[in-house]
């Protein structure tokens, strides 16, 4: 089973920027559709970036335009770059394999690594 460990986390101030990394162990990681997730306390986990296999990205409305996930399938990592970081950013981040529905919902699939804690204060 793929297992992942994301990295790249931490204190930041409003405005400053972000990139996460999620690391996978396993050969047919170019074969997944990943997705990054966070869980700020007290809420749901929500997916806020999402790539295809291909390359392809989805976002959510509300994280248009600050986050860019991009993968490398040859170091097995997908990335999370989040930009104008705002205290509502502040979470815990995950990445996970998706499971793409033809409505276009990105559900989580198989296990989860640890997370990276984002916190965005001044």
């Known amino acids: 089973q793929v297992q992942f460990v994301e990295s790249g986390g931490g204190l930041v101030q409003p405005g400053g920027s972000l990139r996460l990394s999620c690391a996978a162990s396993?050969?047919?990681?170019?074969?997944?559709?990943m997705g990054w997730y966070r869980q700020a306390p007290g809420k749901q986990r929500e997916l806020v970036a999402g790539i295809t296999s291909g390359g392809s990205t989805n976002y959510p409305d509300s994280a248009k335009g600050r986050f860019t996930i991009s993968r490398d399938n040859a170091k097995n990592t997908v990335y999370l770059q989040i930009d104008s970081l705002e205290p509502e950013d502040t979470a815990v981040y995950y990445c996970?394999?998706?499971?793409?529905?033809?409505?276009?919902?990105?559900?989580?699939?198989?296990?989860w690594g640890q997370g990276t804690q984002v916190t965005v204060s001044s």
């Open positions: 996970s394999r998706a499971l793409v529905s033809a409505l276009g919902t990105w559900t989580p699939f198989g296990s």
């Open positions: 396993g050969s047919i990681f170019r074969l997944y559709d």
